[in-house]
């Protein structure tokens, strides 16, 4: 039997993303799309909270994009390793209920989270168009995957090496103006991907729901890091979301604050390659 919290199944997805199983049976046994994880890497390490990108049995696989120290320590733990922490679920699952027809929009690591959320709608029986946008051909993820939850699926590319030639609000907008009526619209991925994805699915009138991945702390409610404001009121993504109403979201202060730490993400990033560097060397 895999130890508690045991990588068993380690698989590289392009050289930045990479995709762990973990056993957490409890975990495995609740978890619904939308819901994250709050894990530690190591006892003294930052907590980072990852979606579930799907269960399987007693595994709980998640998505990662080394961005920065702390996903970079993680990427250092071989299968067979074991993290310090993995709590969760946290958050509340994405509505899927009612909708029969709908258009599931992923951005670049936003793919991960969009394909449980596709796959979801498609088992409670909607008709599914997943939109995934990539900004070129050779980091494209779980394309089988993402193809197997939806009926429709459209990659897109930024510079036009793979699929539609364009960003996923151009393919969007290509199916509204040919007729499809969606009940709902969710998008998940970049700030700025969410925030026009929104801007047209109001000049159309599409229910949209958007999944918000502000810096959070403690994931329970209690430290208020994770605000965001939603139609002119304060909510706590990892209580309240990470979904919510992207029509009364306040995106311009949401892109503000996450650009808060940058310069101290950075300098511990360029120190980790360094370090990193300084063992490859010695
Ligand atoms: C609910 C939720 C779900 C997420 N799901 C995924 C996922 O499935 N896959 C994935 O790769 N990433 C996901 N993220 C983002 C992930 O948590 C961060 O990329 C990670 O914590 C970065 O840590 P770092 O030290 O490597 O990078 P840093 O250099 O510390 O930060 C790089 C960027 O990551 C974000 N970030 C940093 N710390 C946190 C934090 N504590 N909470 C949230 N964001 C942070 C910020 O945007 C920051 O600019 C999710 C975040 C949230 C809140
Ligand atoms: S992370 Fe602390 S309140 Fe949400």
Known sequence: ??????????????????????YAPLIAKKALAGQFIILRASADGERIPLTVSSTEGELVTVVYQKVGDSTMTLDEIPEGG???????????PTPVEGVERAAVVGGGLGCAIALPVAKALHDAG?????I??????????L????????????????DGSYGFNGFTTGKLEELLKAGEQYDKVYAIGPLVMM???CRLTKQYNVPTIVSMNPIMIDGTGMCGCCRVTVDGQVKFACVDGPDFD????????????AATYKEFEQ???AEHKCRLEGMENG
């Open 1 to 22: 039997m895999p130890k508690k919290y045991e990588i068993v199944r380690k698989k590289v997805l392009t050289p930045d993303i990479s995709s762990i199983s973990v």
């Open 82 to 92: 074991c993290l310090t922490d993995f709590v969760g679920p946290l958050g509340q």
């Open 126 to 130: 909607a008709k599914v168009d997943l």
């Open 132 to 141: 995934g946008g990539f900004r070129t051909k050779n980091i494209v993820i």
């Open 143 to 158: 394309e089988d995957e993402m193809r197997s939850a939806c009926d429709d699926l459209y990659i897109c590319t930024d």
């Open 195 to 197: 925030k026009f994805i």
């Open 246 to 257: 992207g029509h009364k979201i306040d995106f311009d202060e949401t892109i503000a604050r």
């Open 267 to 269: 300098r511990r990033r």
